[in-house]
């Protein structure tokens, strides 16, 4: 069964700072991928950025990257020049890539404020 | 972007009433959705999949019963919440994701409040 663990429940950084929120996973499925969202008090869900267990480079999508370090099982989301508006839960969560249309499954989320 | 709706956005309803929940995607067909369940300062539970044209599969400790699932076409999905109690109190999200596509789109969830 796929898991995913994040272990921050909440996290500060100052304006402008860069900021990484953690995240492994555990999967026996060899094919999978690695999502992470956005949600704020609104309560939509924003994807970010998508990474494949084959890809060879980290995703990047503008002010987001990506640290997949494949053999410790993490994917790291790493945000840079933080701003007000980044203040918001963000989930990382995992596909397995098999045949059929199978769910996201999510972490437990870490409540990121941005400092002023 | 691909775009998915869900009505209502918010609901209260007694206890002991249903509620019926739509999810629609606007401008793709999606033969699976997904629905969520997020109760406060917690995250997603995957409910159940459902799939066009046959019955939901829930996940463990879901009552199929309780949160009945119907995906009548390939653009609608509902989730009706019978006798609901105050602890059904919660936000539901449904998800849907286009044929071959990695992205999962989600609406913008429902919040359910049962006096």
């Known amino acids: 069964a796929q898991k995913i663990t994040q272990t921050q429940p909440g996290m500060f950084v100052q304006e402008k700072e860069a900021v990484t929120l953690d995240c492994t996973y555990d999967?026996?499925?060899?094919?999978?991928?690695l999502f992470w969202y956005k949600q704020p008090s609104s309560g939509e869900m924003i994807f970010l950025i998508y990474q494949g267990s084959y890809d060879q480079q980290n995703a990047t999508e503008g002010r987001y990257s990506l640290n997949f370090q494949k053999a410790r099982k993490s994917a790291n989301l790493v945000i840079s020049a933080s701003q007000l508006g980044d203040s918001a839960m963000y989930f990382c969560a995992m596909r397995e890539l098999v045949e059929g249309n199978t769910p996201l499954v999510f972490g437990k989320g870490t409540r990121l404020s941005v400092i002023a | 972007g691909a775009v998915v709706s869900q009505h209502p956005s918010w609901v209260i309803c007694k206890s002991g009433t249903s509620v019926k929940i739509e999810c629609r995607s606007l401008d793709f067909q999606a033969t699976t959705m997904f629905w969520y369940r997020q109760f406060p300062k917690q995250s997603l539970m995957l409910m159940a999949t459902s799939n066009e044209g046959s019955k939901a599969t829930y996940e463990q400790g879901v009552e199929k019963d309780k949160f009945l699932i119907n995906h009548a076409s390939l653009t609608l999905s509902t989730l009706t919440v019978t006798s609901a109690h105050p602890e059904d109190s919660s936000f539901y999200i449904c998800?849907?994701?286009?044929?071959?596509?990695?992205?999962?789109?989600f609406g913008p969830g429902t919040r359910l409040t049962v006096t």
């Open positions: 998800s849907a994701r286009k044929p071959r596509a990695r992205e999962q789109y």
């Open positions: 999967t026996s499925d060899p094919s999978y991928g």
